[in-house]
């Protein structure tokens, strides 16, 4: 029998009554995990908050009116900077190149949060944190599988270039969720 994370991420993280800007079914589209679909179908837009670290999370919602301007943005930014620095930096294509990263969140503490499109199936794709533009870490695992192990405390953070002091442990009784009308850059 499979977890289903999306209901286990709410026994941790109540969503909201009303979500902004939530997903619904016919709204899918299939160059994104279907998970993670879901997931924005059950938050819409707002942030992951931990009390006394910020937001964890911010992902990036593609219901929201303001998301394809926002992802070319950040994109290019990206881009932009593989350009500058090289491989060194950014070891990865760009999506839509085959392998290429395709950012879906951001936290207050310079983490992205990319998939990895080295699969045909975007329900394949892996999850890939950046810090800093300079630790990299690869989870082979679903979105929503990722995000439940993040906002309940099971992932080792020093990858994500935090240290591995108690003070950057996430307990996930802190972890809550903030909508927001439009999602902030």
């Known amino acids: 029998m499979s977890i289903d994370y999306i209901n286990e991420i709410t026994k941790l993280v109540p969503p909201p009554n009303q979500p902004i800007h939530s997903l619904s079914k016919q709204n899918y589209i299939d160059k994104i995990p279907d998970d993670f679909q879901r997931f924005l179908s059950?938050?819409?837009?707002?942030?992951?908050?931990?009390?006394?670290?910020?937001?964890?999370?911010?992902?990036l919602n593609i219901a929201d009116p303001s998301y394809t301007n926002n992802l070319d943005f950040y994109n290019e930014i990206i881009s932009d900077f593989k350009d500058a620095e090289g491989d060194e930096y950014i070891p990865y294509e760009i999506?839509?190149?085959?392998?290429?990263?395709?950012?879906?969140?951001?936290?207050?503490?310079?983490?992205?949060?990319?998939?990895?499109?080295?699969?045909?199936?975007?329900?394949?794709?892996?999850?890939?944190t950046v810090?800093?533009?300079?630790?990299?870490?690869?989870?082979?695992?679903?979105?929503?599988?990722?995000?439940?192990?993040?906002?309940?405390?099971k992932l080792d953070y020093s990858q994500f270039g935090w240290s591995s002091s108690d003070n950057y442990k996430i307990d996930s009784k802190d972890v809550y969720f903030k909508p927001l009308e439009h999602q902030k850059f």
Not at 138 to 145: A, G, H, L, P
């Open 131 to 153: 810090y800093d533009y300079g630790i990299f870490a690869e989870f082979q695992m679903s979105t929503t599988k990722f995000l439940y192990y993040l906002f309940a405390g």
């Open 42 to 59: 059950v938050y819409g837009s707002g942030e992951f908050w931990c009390k006394g670290k910020g937001a964890i999370l911010t992902p």
């Open 95 to 128: 999506y839509p190149q085959k392998g290429g990263i395709f950012l879906w969140g951001f936290s207050d503490s310079r983490v992205f949060y990319f998939w990895l499109s080295k699969k045909d199936d975007p329900n394949d794709w892996e999850v890939l």
